[in-house]
């Protein structure tokens, strides 16, 4: 074996958490029963757990029934997949995570991640996807179960959840945005887990609260003043929730004025800002589009109206 392919396996061991020997065959975590619980549980027992749980969860969201082929037939060790297998494996489980993640609170979806726990050991293979359906709900009993099952160690975004492992307690959000606030990565994803989330076209109001409470408190954080890292990656996710209404919308305003208090945004930031708000004037969110205009021509440097701006506000405002 060359030693760059002895590298490349030893990585792939190490993030998956295989040992020299071969996989490790310790028994997946359990998020809803003891360990003497869950080792008197056998693999039936789990996929008919996680398809009532898909039964019970596809009332709150319809196409989450698409899903009960994963739970269906016998139980193969994801160790001996193809690259190939194992990916599109990944892909039916982000979804599914995905539009479990508004719901998580609830014991259907619960259900579903058992099933997808002890099935696929998605605390092993899928530590993103687990972090992005939950991660909203980090305060709760159920994060904190999660957590301690999770293989965050080999993960450089997550690595620094192993003290909650060591000492199971509350993630509250006054730490996250300690860590938010020296590390931008764990912002980015979430900015990612969002923009996602809007092209679904799914209501997540968990996440857009979080979403929007973890910047105030990480802004918070940072002085008197914004770095421009910061603010480049705050714009992407705040454009597009600007473009959307209701919780969204109101998600991206919040953020918006809060950087506008703290920072001078470059112009053409300034200018993009303005024009999604202008396109936003007439409308259900119309009033808060305006205030909001007018809080960044009063906070920032702007001696006059881009002409972009204005031609919007003739074309999409009030009469």
């Known amino acids: ?80 997949l193809t690259r190939e297998e194992n990916d599109a494996l990944d892909r039916k489980i982000h979804h599914l995570l995905m539009l479990l993640s508004p719901h998580l609170q609830a014991r259907a979806a619960q259900e579903c991640v058992e099933g997808l726990l002890y099935r696929y050991h998605v605390h092993r293979w899928n530590v993103d996807d687990l972090m992005a359906a939950a991660l909203p709900h980090h305060d709760s009993p159920l994060f904190t179960k999660l957590v301690q ?12 959840m192993a003290s909650l492992k060591a000492k199971p307690a509350s993630l509250i959000r006054s730490t996250l945005a300690k860590v938010c606030s020296k590390d931008s990565a764990i912002l980015s994803f979430v900015g990612d887990v969002v923009e996602e989330t809007l092209r679904m076209q799914m209501s997540n109001r968990t996440l857009m609260t979080f979403f929007t409470a973890i910047w105030l408190d990480t802004l918070a954080l940072c002085g008197p003043s914004v770095g421009n890292d910061l603010v480049q990656v705050a714009i992407p996710t705040v454009l597009l929730l600007l473009s959307q209404s209701q919780d969204a919308f109101y998600a991206g305003a919040t953020i918006t004025g809060a950087l506008c208090v703290k920072t001078e945004l470059e112009e053409h930031l300034q200018r993009q800002l303005l024009l999604k708000l202008a396109r936003q004037v007439i409308g259900q969110d119309g009033s808060a589009a305006f205030v909001l205009m007018a809080q960044i021509l009063q906070l920032q440097e702007i001696r006059e109206l881009p002409p972009s701006v204005a031609k919007a506000m003739a074309k999409h405002g009030p009469e």
Do not use: C, N, Y
């Open 1 to 80: 074996m060359t030693t760059l392919l002895a590298k490349q396996v030893a990585a792939f061991k190490q993030q998956h958490g295989i040992t020299a020997v071969g996989p490790k065959r310790t028994a997946a975590p359990s998020i809803l029963f003891s360990p003497q619980e869950a080792r008197s549980q056998d693999p039936e027992s789990f996929a008919s757990l996680a398809l009532h749980g898909l039964s019970e969860a596809s009332v709150l969201a319809p196409e989450i029934s698409k899903f009960t082929e994963l739970f269906e037939g016998s139980v193969k060790d994801r160790d001996l």
């Open 149 to 160: 099952g999770l293989h965050v160690e080999s993960k450089p975004r997550w690595s620094w």
